[in-house]
């Protein structure tokens, strides 16, 4: 049976997460969507939904989390969670991921969603004063940073079956 896979993606700052929906999209021959514009009820019927967007003040975006409190509860259903963040490369980690992933990660939860992975990467930041410098991490996500989206999506499919 053919997985079915929806991506929800919100990318505003400079379409760093959207870079890295556009490489799982066509491993999981996934449709792209924004939360603004998806019906929840639809959300629900797919097998797998990427849920992701930059992190703005050590969280998802606003409307990412809003689509997850007006989920239905569902049973049986899987889901990932990714983002792009702003940290400086070098202090990047995946704990940093996981802890920004919190608050949207829980929502997915108490819905009944089974996160199979989650996926991190550092993106072009020229938030505030940043912009007077060029930002951070231009040039983030880079060759490298697509390619990594790239397995982490094959490796979704297989974690699913061997969790
Ligand atoms: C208003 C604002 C707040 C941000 N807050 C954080 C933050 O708390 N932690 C972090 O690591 N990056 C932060 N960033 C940087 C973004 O997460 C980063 O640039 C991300 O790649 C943007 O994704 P997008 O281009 O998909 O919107 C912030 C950026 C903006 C514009």
């Known amino acids: 049976m053919t997985l079915r896979a929806l ?7 400079h379409k760093n997460t959207e870079a890295i929906a ?18 929840p009820t639809e ?16 969280r998802h975006h606003t409307s990412l989390l809003d689509l997850a409190d007006r989920l239905p509860h569902i049973s049986d ?9 702003g940290i400086p490369a070098f202090g990047f980690s995946q704990g940093f991921v996981l802890k920004n992933h919190t608050a949207l990660r829980e929502k997915l939860v108490s ?3 089974k996160i199979v992975d989650e996926f ?9 004063f940043l912009r007077f410098f060029g930002g951070l991490n231009k040039g983030r996500p880079n060759a490298e940073d697509l390619k990594r ?6 490796g979704l499919t297989q974690k699913m079956r061997d969790p």
């Open 43 to 58: 959300v629900a019927g797919y097998d797998l939904v990427g849920f992701g967007s930059g992190i703005y003040d050590a």
């Open 77 to 85: 259903r899987n889901a990932f969670i990714f983002s792009t963040c």
């Open 111 to 113: 819905k009944g969603y």
């Open 7 to 13: 991506l929800v993606v919100y990318s505003y700052h």
């Open 22 to 39: 556009k490489a799982f999209a066509p491993v999981l021959a996934a449709k792209i969507v924004t939360p603004q514009e998806v019906d």
């Open 149 to 154: 989206a790239e397995d982490f999506a094959r």
């Open 120 to 128: 991190g990467c550092v993106g072009w930041n020229t938030n505030s």
